[in-house]
């Protein structure tokens, strides 16, 4: 028998994932570890492919003419992966292999998270500014980007589970509908039924001497009787309304397929395999949309919007919820959003999680300080098609109270720049800074806050202080009376890592680097590190942000 196993390579346990897959227990496919594909018991082993996300994996050599051996190391992929297996004369086979995360840090999971928050933010800052334009929807003439794509993905296979669950539960309706039946077969017609009868269609006189209708028939009887009948529908508005969504994002998918083949074109061999591979995928998304179409509560469903109303099946029952909440998830995904933040895969991670900090900032700043004076002018740009652009880059967004929220802004040695500030050694460029300013100038008294975003855990944070010491040191100003002064009131790292300790006691006795996320070491010091992680809570942000201030302005 053909078969194709994944094996532990340092356990020694294998699994058969096709065909026929075999259920991997939890934990048993982790990321960052090695694993093999064995393809056994097939003649011709030796020119199989096998694939990973479309990307093929080097075969090893074997002494077997009729095994074929991969080697495969998740890295970065926890969550759903796919896979592709290639045998010659039978076609392509796919399965998927989910991997299971490192707790400690963020996931592939916490990657759509990311993506989803700074859509969310996008919209958000339209709403708190007044920065008023309308967001374009569909696929348009413009690619979208990786992360975008990634994130439809991931939300197309829990939108599977969601409405298969609804398809083996629906909810049903009594429909009363009524019944043209011969006199004859109408044998539990009810006096009201036999009465409304009458008003239309041909009457029958009875016949015979002896009459067995009631008198107030008069003898005669409709030739056919009017019945109503309850039968359980599955027409539902709610029904109606999904069909339509799936179909729409089906369409949604096809079109940007035939958007990235056009990309598939370009001469940047990067460009041109990237292309070709979401090309492929999109299509293979909008076939499982098209199968979920399919399934009996929405095949033969009228024609609707594309659109959900929160209605009590919404609300209320767990599956149909749950796809209301995915219905939100997939409108921002199709969003004509764009920028250099989003054409980047999974493994930048780590400047995705830069953008994220300061848009997840800003957001709060806008909340805490008030919108009167939230200006993202120069954070979005209106494209001619609809879209808007996020220019991530070299960008300072002022949020009322005379505060402003740079990113990745750059310092040059200060002699050089018109108002004294800079840095007195090499050019600098800090992820983020928050500076307060009054009548054009710095107060002596509030001056910056660096916030450097670190997309690490553990001992990798320790190796990481060196940059805010060194944004702590050597960003000046001239002082009145001369020589140089330093501008920074605090400098703090921005982490996704929730460490454990006990903040009732003093920061001495918290091993590093925990001890640099204890708020009197924080609060002692200006300097430290400050959990940001994906999912907190609006409340959550304002307080992080709250904090960080009065820390530094102590």
């Keep these: 028998m053909v078969e194709l196993l994944i094996r532990n390579e340092e356990s020694g346990h294998a699994w058969r994932v096709w065909p026929d897959a075999e259920l991997i227990p939890s934990g048993k496919v982790q990321e960052r570890g090695s694993y093999l594909f064995e393809l056994n018991q097939f003649d011709e082993a030796s020119v199989a492919d096998l694939l990973i996300d479309d990307v093929p994996l080097e075969a090893l050599r074997v002494t077997k003419p009729e095994t074929a051996l991969w080697r495969w190391s998740p890295g970065f992929h926890a969550g759903t992966v796919e896979a592709e297996l290639r045998l010659p004369g039978a076609g392509k086979r796919y399965f998927e292999i989910v991997t299971d995360p490192d707790l400690r840090k963020l996931t592939r999971s916490d990657f759509d998270g990311m993506v989803k928050e700074i859509l969310q933010d996008t919209f958000a800052l339209f709403a708190l500014s007044g920065f008023r334009i309308g967001v374009g929807r569909g696929a348009g003439g413009r690619p979208p980007p990786i992360a975008r794509l990634e994130f ?95 179909r729409s994002w089906q369409a949604w998918l096809n079109a940007t397929a035939s958007l990235l083949d056009r990309t598939a074109g370009s001469d940047d061999p990067e460009a041109k395999q990237a292309g070709i591979a979401w090309a492929d995928r999109c299509r293979r998304l909008a076939r499982r949309l098209g199968q979920l179409s399919d399934l009996a509560p929405f095949a033969e469903a009228p024609d609707a919007e594309p659109r959900l109303l929160l209605s009590s099946v919404f609300r209320n ?219 907190m809570q609006a409340a959550e942000l304002r307080d992080v942000l709250k904090t960080i201030v009065a820390d530094a302005m102590a």
């Excluded at 008198?215 to 539902?236: F, H, M, N, T």
């Excluded at 944004?471 to 790292?493: F, I, K, N, P």
Aim: net charge positive; aromatic share 10%.
């Design 152 to 246: 439809l993905r991931s939300r197309v296979h829990e939108l599977e589970e969601a409405t298969w669950d609804v398809a083996r539960n629906p909810r049903r309706m009594l429909r009363a509908e009524e019944a043209m039946v011969p006199y004859h077969r109408a044998v539990r017609a009810t006096g009201p039924e036999i009465l409304r009868s009458f008003q239309s269609g041909r009457v029958r006189p009875e016949s015979g001497s002896s009459g067995r209708l009631p008198a107030a028939l008069r003898g005669v009887l409709p030739k056919k009787i009017r019945l109503r009948r309850r039968r359980s529908s599955l027409d539902l508005p709610e029904h109606r309304q999904m069909a339509a969504c799936l």
């Design 317 to 535: 029952v767990p599956p149909y919820r749950r796809f209301y909440q995915l219905w939100q998830d997939m409108n921002v995904g199709i969003a004509a959003v764009f920028g250099a933040f989003l054409e980047m895969p999974l493994a930048r991670t780590f400047e995705l999680y830069e953008l994220w900090c300061f848009l997840r900032l800003l957001r709060a700043a806008a909340e805490v300080y008030g919108g009167d004076g939230l200006d993202v002018s120069n954070l979005f740009v209106r494209e001619a098609g609809g879209g808007v652009t996020v220019a991530a880059g070299a960008v300072t967004v002022p949020v009322g109270s005379g505060w402003k929220l740079c990113f990745q802004r750059t310092y040059r040695e200060f002699w050089l720049e018109a108002g004294g500030r800079g840095s007195f050694s090499r050019i600098m460029k800090p992820d983020l800074v928050m500076r307060r300013e009054l009548e054009g100038q710095l107060e002596s008294s509030e001056r910056l806050i660096v916030l450097d975003a670190k997309y690490r855990i553990e001992d990798g944070l320790t190796e990481a202080l060196n940059s805010i010491h060194t944004y702590r040191d050597a960003l000046v100003h001239e002082a009145e009376v001369g020589g140089v002064e330093g501008s920074v009131t605090a400098a703090y790292l921005l982490a996704p890592h929730v460490p454990e300790m006990d903040t009732s006691s003093g920061y001495q006795g918290v091993a590093m680097p925990a001890r640099l996320f204890h708020p009197e070491y924080r609060r002692r010091f200006r300097f430290g590190i400050v959990s940001l992680r994906p999912g």
